[in-house]
């Protein structure tokens, strides 16, 4: 079935980036290391131990966190909204996951994310625009379809891929600042050929690690939207909120710039697309969601 084949390709395809991702980390810190002392290994280790510093502080950043930055609140029972509580006490217990804490953020614009590091720290939030905007079908869609990234861990996902970000952007910059104060020779063992390769490969690391973290995004984007659309098996109500989402140009006003890949739809509308976009082609994620 095409749904199922959707959602193992984009897994295998996420480990593969993942994969990538953390050799490219570790490269990064090679080249360091060869630039300033002419040795890889020192590099490969302080690459490796500041990843996992840096990530372990990222992930430790809590849901209420992100969700103030979005001024988003709190709904604690069915009483405060009746439908949008169901729907999502509905959407997790068909994806056998504990259910997630319901937010709402008092924005016009139609749009939602999730958050939390596993199933059982998942939270979800919409715009008052989004059960404004939909039918029952299609917001059931978009919960679904985030109610699935909870169950994927995909929020963990993109904050070990953002904390590896940081980490090479680090690396790059002391790199940078150490070559540009030393006054000292290089080492004699150093390659001229490698040395080059390694300082273009620190100047161009930042760039790099941004697009394979953009990658990771997108990818797991169309993961969610199989995935949703498994639990509701109404792929077409997912692609018809999609079409009416992305058709409106207003930006989600509470929406912060780094938490923008979180949401369903890029909430600033800026229309970007290619290797820096977070979210992929909508129009490619509804052709994909009617071919379901």
């Known amino acids: ?41 020192s590099g490969v280790i302080l690459a490796a131990l500041l990843s996992v510093v840096y990530v372990s502080i990222i992930l430790a950043s809590s849901t209420n966190v ?8 709190e709904i604690k029972s069915a ?20 259910m997630p804490r319901v937010f709402i953020i008092k924005d016009e614009s139609p749009n939602a994310f999730a958050t939390g590091m596993s199933p059982k720290s998942g939270a979800v939030a919409v715009t008052t625009g989004l059960m404004d905007t939909l039918n029952r079908e299609e917001l059931e869609g978009v919960i679904a379809h985030e109610i699935a990234h909870i169950k994927n861990y995909d929020v963990r996902l993109s904050t070990i891929a953002l904390a590896l970000v940081s980490v090479i952007a680090i690396i790059s910059d002391f790199g940078s600042r150490m070559l540009f ?20 490969l620190l100047i161009v690391a930042p760039l790099i690690a941004m697009m394979i973290n953009m990658a990771i995004s997108r990818n797991r984007e169309y993961l969610a939207d199989a995935s949703g659309a498994e639990l509701t ?7 018809s909120a999609l079409e009416k989402i992305t058709g409106v140009r207003t930006p989600v006003k509470e929406a912060s710039s780094s938490s923008a890949p979180l949401y369903f739809s890029d909430p600033l509308k ?17 052709k994909r969601l009617k071919e379901m």
């Open 1 to 41: 079935m095409i749904l199922y084949e959707q959602i193992r390709k984009n897994k295998t395809k996420t480990v593969f980036i993942v994969t990538f991702f953390v050799a490219f980390v570790l490269v990064v810190g090679a080249a360091f290391s060869y630039v300033m002392y002419g040795d890889l290994i």
């Open 66 to 73: 992100v969700m103030r930055m979005n001024h988003a609140r």
């Open 79 to 98: 009483e405060q909204h009746r439908f949008l509580w169901h729907t999502v006490e509905n959407m997790a217990m068909v994806a056998r996951i504990q």
């Open 181 to 200: 104060f030393s006054r000292g020779g290089r080492n004699q063992k150093q390659s001229p050929v490698v040395l080059i390769i390694a300082l273009v």
């Open 233 to 239: 098996r109404n792929p077409w109500a997912l692609a």
């Open 270 to 286: 800026k229309g970007m697309k290619g290797l820096f976009s977070t979210h992929p082609d909508p129009r490619e994620r509804i």
